[in-house]
């Protein structure tokens, strides 16, 4: 039996651990601040006499554009966050009288535990919804700041000084958002403590918790849909006039959206995917807590099985031992990429970033089984669907903690196969724009397509295995398994955005300098590369959670004996589930359509009312702020139908259809989601890349290179891929963890409408076999 004092050992790894990793994000930003915002051109930087003879107009220049894109993302995070808050607190009434009424109505609950349970779990999505916009703003504060930086370091001889830059400001963010999301959900979970002392009691903990979860996935639904439409409104709008139409390089100053491009990779790369992250980390630990602290089985007061929780708390939060301790083995490996394999020439870029990776998610593998056998009793019993899992190990909790986390390795590296033009299926999307903009499409759609054969396999082989050893709780560890490197993927997902920011400024700054945008442009293409296989670990990551948080929806609505998928309810609701991600895509990639749309016709209107803008070498300069205003106002509207849709359909469901019917759209939405949304991102993924094969070819090649009517062809699918990849394909992860942390937080209030039948129970309880 596990003795009291692993609980003085639980607080130990989580608390220092926590600590530890907010100490280092602290040191990587002072490492980036150190950093002088002074052009090596200008001389005064490095004591050099500098090429432009002390040319200190650059520095201000450099100045300029970074504080221009700088006030561009706080203008649209601030307004954002405004509407998220007012979100949070209309919504947080809405989880507060719902909760409080359903746990009223379970037998043997007082109106005062109700109110307490609704109340408890009110502030954890509160928490949650703070977490998440906290993590989103020191994200997007970091790549603003290093982006100029990374420019600066770009100016100095080699590689190691640009990539480190930009790969430190990632870690700042990655290593920021674990530690604080840790830290947060276990103090949260002491002071519930508290309220439920009593190990038989846990379980109201757990299921209040759950609001934290809920609140994270919320605001990661605006940030990822409101992001990612701002950035690819901009983005779509630079790049038909820009490139397609008048011939202007990408990044040119000369083009009025420019600002707004730069702008919308820091809100939607940067902020949105950190959200996203943050949000499948808390479902995640929510889900295998709930489990973990269920039980099926009492007579007469008294546990008739040896259930997990009744041995000791920090066997309960075994989940949070694992992630933490996670924390620490990114950290250690971090310094693989910065100083152990440090970046020289161009290809080590690539090399450092997937070793990164790799490194990290091996290292883990013996750490899991040292700590399973350290927390975890000999034996236990765990509640779960179809049966109770009698015969729990270390062991087996280690084994299916490993199954995620080699799965979502895996699945990252099969994502970089698809969409690096290193390998051969970009490069025949690059061969196929010879013959036009269609058969660039039509390649593109089919090895999007054909990228979903290998990641299916491998998730359905990770949930075999997470279910064969402990049935849904198996299925949750796994989950977290995938998510236990998650500072460095967020470390490498956001060194992207940085990287294509530094570009950006490069072109705009430093136009008679092209060296120092080649390198920037190489940096940024293992950016783009190492932004798609960040994709792919979250989809790969959202539909083990979905389903982690759908095992504990079961488990706690008490449909422990499965769900029978021939009933006419829930068929009839999974076919509706499964049309949710198409309808949401819908809504997205039009939101998208219709921004660029607006963008389009501004920056025409400017070319046209001021024509000496196309002039090569004029000084004139667009109104940028303009366009960003267009980006702003077009997200801030067109984010609302999506998540409504998405936030409303359980809510409908249960209240009206009841538990099988949220049974059925959870189903359809995961199964037909996760492929969708692999599909759509690497799609996007492979024509962005090709684009950027074909710029990397002199003229004399084949494929011709940059302003070829066959880098046109490649500009056209990358336009079409940007809404797929960067909009609607990574925001249907939260889709699909947004509808079953909603359904969970909302189990009581679905249970206590006719026991679970709905509204309109005569149809539903005829129906259900």
């Given amino acids: 039996m596990v003795t009291t004092s692993q609980d003085l050992w639980l607080s130990i790894f989580v608390v220092a651990f926590s600590v530890i990793g907010l100490a280092f994000a602290a040191i990587q930003f002072k490492l980036i601040a150190d950093i002088q915002i002074i052009s090596s051109t200008d001389g005064a930087s490095n004591g050099e006499a500098g090429r432009a003879g002390g040319d200190s107009e650059v520095t201000k220049r450099l100045k300029d554009i970074s504080g221009a894109i700088s006030t561009g993302a706080d203008a649209f995070l601030h307004a954002e966050y405004l509407i998220c808050v007012w979100f949070s607190i209309i919504f947080a009434c809405i989880i507060f009288a719902f909760v409080s009424w359903g746990s009223t109505r379970v037998p043997g609950n007082s109106t005062t535990d109700g109110l307490i349970q609704g109340a408890l779990t009110t502030v954890a999505f509160l928490l949650g919804a703070f977490t998440s916009m906290l993590s989103g703003w020191i994200g997007m504060k970091v790549a603003v700041f290093a982006n100029v930086r990374t420019t600066i370091a770009a100016q100095k001889p080699g590689w190691t000084e640009c990539f480190n830059t930009a790969f430190r400001a990632g870690g700042v963010m990655g290593f920021a958002l674990t530690s604080l999301a840790i830290l947060i959900l276990y103090i949260a979970l002491q002071l ?28 990661a639904m605006f940030g990822r849909v409101g992001g990612g439409i701002y950035t690819k409104a901009a983005d779509v709008g630079a790049d038909l006039v820009g490139k397609v139409v008048h011939g202007i390089p990408e990044d040119d100053p000369r083009n009025p959206a420019v600002i707004a491009d730069n702008v919308g990779d820091n809100v939607g790369d940067v902020a949105g995917m950190g959200a996203d992250l943050f949000g499948s980390f808390a479902e995640s630990t929510c889900a295998a807590l709930v489990i973990a602290s269920q039980a099926d089985e009492v007579v007469d007061g008294i546990v008739k099985a040896d259930y997990l929780y009744n041995y000791s708390w920090s066997a309960v939060l075994f989940p949070l031992v694992i992630s933490a301790t996670g924390l620490i083995i990114c950290l250690l490996s971090s310094f693989v990429a910065t100083h152990l394999l440090p970046v020289r020439k161009e290809k080590d870029v690539e090399n450092a970033l997937k070793i990164q990776l790799i490194v990290t998610t091996l290292a883990v593998i013996p750490v899991v089984f040292g700590l399973a056998h350290w927390f975890l009793p000999g034996t236990f019993s765990l509640s779960g669907v179809g049966s109770t899992v009698p015969q729990g190990t270390p062991d087996k909790a280690a084994g299916a903690i490993v199954a995620g986390a080699l799965g979502g390795l895996i699945i990252g590296l099969i994502t970089e196969f698809y969409t690096s033009h290193s390998f051969k299926p970009v490069r025949e999307v690059a061969n196929a724009c010879k013959t036009g903009a269609a058969t660039n499409i039509i390649y593109g759609l089919a090895l999007g397509y054909k990228s979903c054969i290998i990641p299916v396999f ?7 295995i ?3 050893t402990l049935n849904m709780y198996g299925v949750a560890l796994a989950a977290i398994g995938m998510l236990v490197t998650l500072a460095t993927g967020l470390t490498i997902d956001a060194y992207g955005p940085v990287c294509d920011n530094a570009g950006g400024i490069a072109e705009m700054a430093l136009q008679d300098y092209p060296e120092v945008r080649e390198k920037t442009d190489a940096l940024d293409a293992a950016g783009n590369t190492t932004a798609a296989i960040g994709k792919g670990f979250a989809i790969g990551s959202a539909a083990l959670v979905s389903l982690a948080l759908y095992g504990a929806f079961a488990v706690r609505i008490g449909i422990r004996n499965g769900v029978n998928i021939l009933s006419p309810v829930t068929f009839a609701f999974l076919l509706i589930g499964s049309n949710l991600p198409y309808w949401f895509s819908a809504l997205t990639m039009k939101s998208v359509g219709t921004a660029a749309m607006q963008m389009v016709m501004e920056v025409e209107r400017q070319f046209r009312e001021q024509p000496q803008l196309l002039n090569e070498g004029t000084t004139l ?47 359809g939405g995961l199964v037909s989601g996760v492929q969708l949304a692999v599909s759509m991102s690497n799609t996007g993924g492979a024509w962005d890349n090709a684009k950027k094969y074909i710029e990397k070819q002199s003229p004399e090649h084949e494929l011709q290179g940059k302003g070829s009517d066959i880098h046109k062809a490649a500009v056209v699918g990358d336009t079409v891929g940007d809404p797929l990849k960067d909009t609607s394909g990574p925001s249907l992860n939260i889709l699909m963890k947004l509808m079953a942390i909603i359904s969970l937080v ?22 259900v076999l």
């Fill in 192 to 219: 519930y403590k508290i309220q439920y002392p009593s190990s038989s009691e846990w379980f109201m903990v757990m299921e209040a918790i759950s609001g934290y979860g809920l609140g994270g996935s919320s605001i």
């Fill in 458 to 464: 491998i998730l359905a082989i990770v949930i075999f």
């Fill in 466 to 468: 997470g279910f064969y």
């Fill in 621 to 667: 300069r667009p109104d940028y702020t303009r366009c960003v205003d267009i980006s702003t106002k077009a997200a801030l509207k067109e984010m609302v139908p999506p998540a409504a849709l998405v936030m409303l359909s359980p809510l409908i469901a249960g209240t009206f259809f009841g538990k099988y019917a949220v049974a059925g759209v959870l189903t």
């Fill in 746 to 767: 909302f189990a009581p209030y679905f249970l206590a409408i006719n026991d679970g039948n709905g509204v309109f129970h005569q149809i539903t309880e005829s129906s």
